[in-house]
């Protein structure tokens, strides 16, 4: 662990306006550096230009506007323009799955090509984008290629730990900050530019530093998928999860966090961060079997719903059911991942009515699901009316607020399947409500 160096605004340019991209920018023009965020997409350029936002993260809009208006935060759709005027180059493009789990670096070789192509002197070229361990080196590669007038540049690894919906506040307020490098004048750049943000700064070098944001977000995977399946044993057995949880998280030695039984994780990050590293593991001959395990677990914890929602309504066909949260954790309109999509396409396939609503995840929930006649969307009281079921399936705040007794007035039958154990079993069943949570009896 490093001491930080001085906190002189630094000239930043970050490549790719995406859900790690932009918070990353205008959280670096906030800290009091000089922001150009680019991306290829023109359209969000120009959005941002005039200061909307493309996403939905909570807080970023003010954040945004007030950078924009103190000149430190600006946007641009070219690469060319962004680099000569830049003294660090953050890459946060997505890094996609391919099928067969590998990280789709294409883009993240273009943008190193264009970099190259672009620079007009010494540059620290950062990747932020989740990237398998020695994509640095190959950064640094394609770099030395392009960049035809043989300029100096080093390539630093800095992976973001950046949870959607507390995107912000992970970012001001980091555990800890992570970088890997070559040289100590990359090592000193980074230490500026991260000098206002107060947490343990470890440095090392880019393999190991790509290598911890693989094997943080692997973990933190396998413990979900762990107490997912703690919380299959305990409902049989009559035994409470959230009460196993609680227990096991005050030991110090394993923490409360992460620790949620539900419907498993979604997202952008986990179920392609685990992919990628038991590939990236398989290519090294090595079989990463446990987390193997922790990706099959999860595949079916988000199916276990419906099992339930067969055991109360018997048959699902012709059935009206109510969907209560899209996105694939709250506060987010991310649908990327999302056990919603499954499920929902699952209710379906056996010809139920479906009705949906979330707080801000249901236009891009039109676009994945299409137009499906079965499929319908509403406000949440409209869309549990004459329903034969709830479905919770993601967390909102304002579920865990609404009137649930008038909810189980609206319903035809109560039955309430509630996928993140968001209510109080004992409550519920007071209420009138069938209910079934995970994990819990
Ligand atoms: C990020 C990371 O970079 C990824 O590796 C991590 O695992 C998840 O989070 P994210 O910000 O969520 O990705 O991706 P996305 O919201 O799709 O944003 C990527 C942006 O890059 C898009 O706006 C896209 O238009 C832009 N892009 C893509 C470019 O500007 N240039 C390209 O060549 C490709
Ligand atoms: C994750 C990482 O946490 C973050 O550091 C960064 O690398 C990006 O990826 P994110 O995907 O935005 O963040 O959300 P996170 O809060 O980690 O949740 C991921 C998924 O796990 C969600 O679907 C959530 O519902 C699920 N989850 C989380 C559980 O099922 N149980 C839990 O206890 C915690």
Request: proline fraction near 4%; aromatic fraction near 8%.
């Amino acid at each position: 662990m490093k001491k930080k160096g001085s906190s002189k605004g630094v000239r930043i340019a970050i490549v790719g306006s995406g859900y790690v991209g932009l918070v990353s920018g205008i959280c670096f023009a906030e800290i009091g550096h000089s922001v150009i965020c680019v991306d290829n997409n023109k359209e969000k350029i120009k959005k941002l230009k005039k200061g909307l936002m493309p996403i939905y993260e909570p807080g970023l809009d003010k954040l945004l506007k007030k950078n924009m208006k103190n000149g430190r935060l600006k946007f641009s759709d070219s690469v060319k323009k962004a680099v000569p005027v830049s003294d660090a180059i953050f890459i946060a493009v997505n890094t996609p799955p391919r099928p067969d789990g590998s990280c789709d670096l294409q883009y993240v070789e273009a943008v190193s090509r264009e970099v190259a192509l672009s620079m007009n002197g010494y540059k620290v070229i950062v990747e932020k984008s989740t990237v398998p361990a020695s994509t640095g080196q190959k950064i640094k590669q394609t770099v030395k290629i392009y960049n035809k007038k043989n300029l100096p540049f080093d390539v630093v690894s800095n992976p973001e730990f950046l949870r959607e919906g507390k995107a912000i506040g992970d970012f001001l307020k980091p555990d800890r900050i992570v970088i890997g490098v070559e040289s100590k004048k990359a090592e000193e750049l980074m230490h500026r530019i991260y000098a206002p943000v107060k947490a343990p700064l470890i440095v090392t070098n880019t393999e190991t530093s790509e290598l911890i944001k693989h094997a943080s977000n692997s973990f933190l995977a396998t413990k979900i998928s762990f107490i997912n399946a703690v919380a299959n044993i305990a409902e049989r057995v009559g035994a409470d999860i959230k009460d196993i949880s609680l227990a096991m998280g005050l030991d110090k030695r394993i923490g409360g966090r992460f620790l949620d039984a539900g419907i498993g994780f979604g997202g952008s990050c986990f179920p392609k961060d685990v992919l990628a590293f038991i590939h990236m593991a398989h290519e090294e001959g090595i079989d990463f079997k446990l987390l193997k395990e922790v990706y099959g677990i999860n595949e079916s914890q988000r199916m276990t719903v419906i099992d339930k929602l067969k055991d109360i309504v018997w048959n699902i066909e012709g059935k009206k059911i109510a969907v209560w949260g899209l996105a694939f954790k709250p506060d987010t309109d991310d649908l990327r991942n999302a056990p919603a999509i499954d499920i929902v396409r699952e209710l379906l396939k056996f010809n139920a009515q479906v009705c949906v609503y979330d707080p801000v995840a249901m236009d891009g929930f039109k676009k994945i699901l299409g137009k499906e006649k079965n499929l319908k969307y509403a406000q949440a009281m409209t869309a549990v009316k004459g329903a034969d079921a709830l479905m919770l399936l993601t967390e909102w705040e304002e579920f865990s607020k609404a009137d649930m007794k008038k909810v189980k007035s609206l319903m035809r039958v109560p039955a309430l399947i509630d996928g993140r154990n968001l209510y109080d079993p004992a409550k519920m069943k007071k209420l009138g409500f069938l209910y079934r949570g995970v994990g819990r009896v």
